[in-house]
DNA sequence: ATTACTATATATCGAGTAG
DNA sequence: TCTACTCGATATATAGTAA
């Protein structure tokens, strides 16, 4: 009601009737909305003027730009997670030479992968919900194959900045669970090389998640 | 996570993780909103796949568009009330040949107004609640001032467009309480004789709310 | 692993009412 | 009038657990 700078008239009556609750309903949000320090209050014989803090209009706006993202622009284009460098046993490079997965990072990410994986072992707190929220978010998608020996699953994909400089892709497997404090990252070149690393650096990447469009089902 | 447009692979424990409540919550959330019609579910072993309908689309848009008009534009400008004509006591021209109303009108409203009020009756529901409405929203406040006689209090305008083609202004005493379902329409003009009007002839105003800029506190 | 039931705990709502 | 308290009713959340 235009409260947002300005002061508003209102009463907790009034508010109820247009709302469809009772009056004490209303009372009793807007203390609440108060101590939130998300509106300001005086009370005045008529009713009382409320106005929204910056804090309150904030909030709005946070919700504002969250369903902008997600109506016009689709999903949050990137997360960002930072991981230190460890050793695996080397079956990064085993899965990668696969001609079955080769050819789809080809085909689908667009370079051909350097025949090892870049493994991440996220700390923070932060970066480990990162790394759960990536698994709900549409990905880029290896199908699995059959070769004469055994089976191998799908692999989602997600194209990656490493370090804000080296291009190439997360991968994570849709089987295993080891997955879930760990970042494999595949590249065109050698990135423990490019970078220098050894077990301990740590590695910046940005995830990018694909817009619906162009992500296979 | 992308859900508009795509189904999303997610679990309720999962999802519960991630916005801190329990699985059994996520549960019946997801049940409700799927018999709300707002998102489609398809059980999996490994979770369940998750997709907003049109419909659920929809009322986000709603949310968004709503908190865009508040927060870009400021605040819904224009309020329709339609009214019945009636004859009053004759008080609105005694009030307007106020100097101290007089020249506040026509410093705030930029017109110098015919010596008389159009009175229109609310009938409908929809009238009566937007006229309650209005009183909520910023509006053009004349001064309260003194005269030798007795004491004016402080009135508030609007405004307003009388049957899309009149200019003029809508004005609500702060203190009587007569107002809520009536409208005091002045105008330059005397609006009776532009538009031929007798007593029961339907009148319709559009009220314009100022932009928190513009009106004075 | 999942989802989702039942039962109990917690939170919210609204009637009555005081100030 | 107004706001906002108390308190019983209602709704929502979580624990335990079945499938």
Redesign the pocket.
């Known amino acids: 009601m235009g409260a947002q700078g300005r002061a508003v008239q ?5 508010l109820a009737e247009k709302l469809g ?5 209303i ?5 609440k909305l108060e101590r939130l320090g998300l509106i300001e ?1 005086h ?1 005045t ?4 003027l409320v106005k929204l803090t910056d804090s309150g209009t904030e909030e709005l706006r946070s919700v504002h730009l969250g369903l902008r993202s997600i109506l016009e622009a689709g999903v949050p284009t990137v997360i960002s997670i930072e991981g230190e460098v460890f050793t695996g046993l080397g079956e990064g490079a085993y899965y990668i030479s696969q001609k079955g997965y080769r050819e789809q990072i080809i085909g689908k990410l667009g370079f051909d992968p350097y025949l090892g994986t870049l493994n991440l072992k996220l700390k923070s707190n932060l970066d480990l919900q990162a790394r759960k929220e990536l698994d709900a978010y549409p990905a880029i998608e290896l199908r699995g194959f059959k070769t004469g020996l055994r089976t191998f699953g799908p692999v989602k994909c997600y194209k990656a900045l490493i370090n804000d400089k080296a291009e190439g892709a997360v991968v994570t497997a849709l089987r295993s669970h080891y997955s879930t404090s760990v970042l494999e990252v595949i590249a065109p070149t050698d990135l423990r090389d490019l970078f220098k690393l050894k077990d301990g650096d740590k590695v910046c990447v940005k995830v990018f998640i694909p817009s619906s469009q162009q992500s296979s089902a």
């Open positions: 209102v009463s907790t009556t009034n609750v009772a009056q004490q309903t009372s009793r949000h807007l203390i209050r009370l014989a008529r009713g009382e």
